[in-house]
């Protein structure tokens, strides 16, 4: 092809290098949320080829009639979390005249849907990397920062409407307030005087007194980002609704936004899947390390030994080295770094956080070992606590914008713990029940998850919830899981009463310092663990989630019906009075 008709063929691709470089610049900018958000150019490249290479072996697959062996099966923003081109599987890559011959083929439809493609899946592969290594706190502002940026360059949003929803602006002198508009805090009325720098809003008061009894069946509404508006406002849209709870009712802000951004990118872009650390094996390389922020309850370790013994790895026959930084381990651990990184080991240093100064020598050591041509064999890993201040620098600069940063934080929803608990048990585990009682295992099992996600659920509500803060844990479930498969294996009739004594007084209940946080954690376990979930009780303390038919689910039918049938979180669920989310939602 002639350097004009490249040229030609190369504007037909700036959409997709346009949303490329509006989703790095956005990533660049992380940092002023928390300073573990930095990420490389480098990075960001190989992130890219990575979404091209799943579009193409998507075309290679339609092209071929059905999904390639170990390929995408679908858009590369519906693929879960990690998920990436495939390694092993990977097709060769065609020769440089097939795809100018496939280029020459290509019609302008052909062309505008591969550029389309392209632009999603950059968009969702990026975001993907950016949300494995972020905070729970921060994924909703992420995900929302990225939806108003693409839709304020496509025209579909004004930027001075989403900077008036950034900054809540207020009139310093809001007019008189109506007496049966006194409903509303006077706080709240000096934002809604703001709005009217809005021309969608410009008569919003005198709506307000004209009809205002609506307006405060409105704004006493359990769901006010979902039911019906006031006549005088019924056409609104949802963002511009969002600018209307901003002002009057913040608590309701973070659903609205979690609608809104599922609405305009895609349910993917706010439910992300369980953390699979197959699958971001993948995505590892030796000149790459893999970041892991330590939270309470939450360890690393057995994920990465996990894959180290698939790999062949183990710290048994010393492949894999795991040091637990502290006083007296700096020279054990470049020791380590530099043999491992010639012989092609694995190694994992721990609590770096508690070695600020010695990760200085590490960032240059690491460097030295890639510089020198490392084995292809070798990984290096490293695990730290946060901060105690979001901007203070405590890992060096090089190493986080070139790591593979995981953040394998317990989420705060309940439909994503569920997702996470149950992850936790594989087919396996099914298998393994099968020798003894399969129906029963499967129920339990279950409710066992229900257990573990509304007991984190909980931490959320701050002394409504538990009176102090316990680092429940995975290894609290899977451990567990083993328990239940002992007694159903060991026993003839499922011993209930016994199987909520150890979850409850043993594993669970060993964190627990407070008699009446005791109780409560008793209450669910004689709640959910009882031979009523055999025959589809509620499992949660509000009617609308069952258990389901454990004879006709296996695994996948049981993350599906989470999936689907899961209502809509709400505090009742938990036993809690609605107004208890009131105080998390804003905060």
């Not at 180290?308 to 010393?318: L, P, R, Y």
Request: some cysteine.
């Amino acid at each position: 092809m002639t350097e004009e008709n490249i040229n030609v063929s190369s504007e037909f691709y700036r959409p997709a290098a346009s949303r490329g470089a509006l989703v790095f610049f956005l990533m660049n900018e992380l940092y002023k949320i928390h300073s573990f958000y930095k990420f490389s150019l480098d990075s960001f490249v190989i992130v890219v080829n990575r979404a091209i290479d799943i579009v193409a072996a998507k075309d290679r697959a339609d092209k071929n009639g059905g999904a390639v062996e170990g390929e995408v099966e679908g858009e590369a923003g519906e693929k879960p979390e990690g998920e990436a081109a495939p390694v092993e599987a990977k097709p060769e890559e065609p020769a440089e005249d097939e795809e100018e011959e496939e280029a020459a083929e290509m019609t302008p439809r052909t062309l505008s849907k591969r550029v389309d493609d392209l632009t999603s899946s950059i968009t969702y592969q990026a975001f993907n990397y950016t949300r494995r290594g972020s905070f729970e706190a921060h994924k909703l502002i992420i995900s929302t920062m990225l939806c108003f940026r693409i839709l304020v360059r496509n025209g579909t949003l004004k930027q001075n409407e989403v900077d008036h929803l950034v900054k809540k602006e207020v009139a310093l002198e809001p007019p008189h307030q109506a007496e049966a508009l006194k409903f509303i805090p006077e706080t709240a009325w000096a934002a809604v005087k703001g709005l009217e720098t809005l021309k969608v809003f410009e008569h919003i008061i005198s709506n307000m007194e004209s009809e205002p009894h609506l307006y405060k069946k409105w704004y006493a509404d359990d769901k006010p980002e979902s039911c019906d508006l006031p006549k005088t406002i019924k056409d609104l849209g949802l963002f511009h609704r969002i600018l209307l709870l901003r002002a009057v009712r913040p608590d309701r802000l973070s659903g609205a936004l979690l609608d809104y951004v599922g609405q305009e990118l895609g349910p993917d872009f706010v439910d992300s899947q369980p953390f699979d650390i197959v699958k971001t094996y993948d995505e590892m390389n030796p000149q790459t390390p893999t970041f892991f922020v330590l939270f309470p309850g939450v360890d690393p370790t057995p994920e990465v030994e996990k894959i180290g013994k698939m790999n062949g790895k183990t710290i048994s026959d010393g492949t894999f080295i795991n040091i637990s930084m502290g006083q007296g381990q700096e020279e054990n651990a470049i020791k380590a770094l530099k043999e491992a990184g010639k012989v092609g080991n694995w190694v994992m240093f721990q609590n770096v956080h508690l070695m600020q100064t010695w990760m200085k020598s590490f960032e240059r050591n690491f460097e030295i070992v890639v510089e020198d041509g490392c084995h292809p064999d070798f990984r290096c890993f490293v695990s730290s606590e946060p901060p105690g201040l979001p901007q203070q620098e405590i890992i060096p600069e090089s190493i986080l914008q070139n790591a593979l940063k995981v953040a394998n934080e317990a989420p705060q929803d309940l439909k994503s713990n569920i997702r996470r608990a149950f992850s936790k048990f594989d087919e396996s585990h099914f298998k393994r029940a099968e020798s003894h009682k399969l129906s029963e295992f499967k129920a339990l099992l279950f409710g066992l998850c229900m257990f573990h996600s509304l007991i984190l659920g909980r931490r959320k509500f701050g002394a409504q919830g538990w009176s102090r803060k316990y680092n429940f844990n995975d290894g609290d479930l899977t451990i567990c899981g083993d328990i239940l498969h002992n007694y159903l294996a060991n026993y003839d009739q499922v011993p209930y009463a016994d199987l909520q004594y150890l979850f409850g007084e043993v594993m669970y209940g060993g964190h627990i310092t407070d008699d009446w946080d005791r109780r409560t954690n008793s209450t669910y376990l004689l709640v959910l663990i009882k031979p009523a979930i055999l025959t589809g009780m509620n499992l949660t303390l509000a009617p609308g989630f069952r258990s389901p038919p454990q004879e006709k689910f296996n695994r996948e039918a049981y993350v599906k019906y989470v999936d689907e049938k899961l209502p809509v979180e709400d505090p009742r669920m938990f036993g809690l009075h609605p107004n208890a989310e009131t105080g998390y939602l804003t905060t």
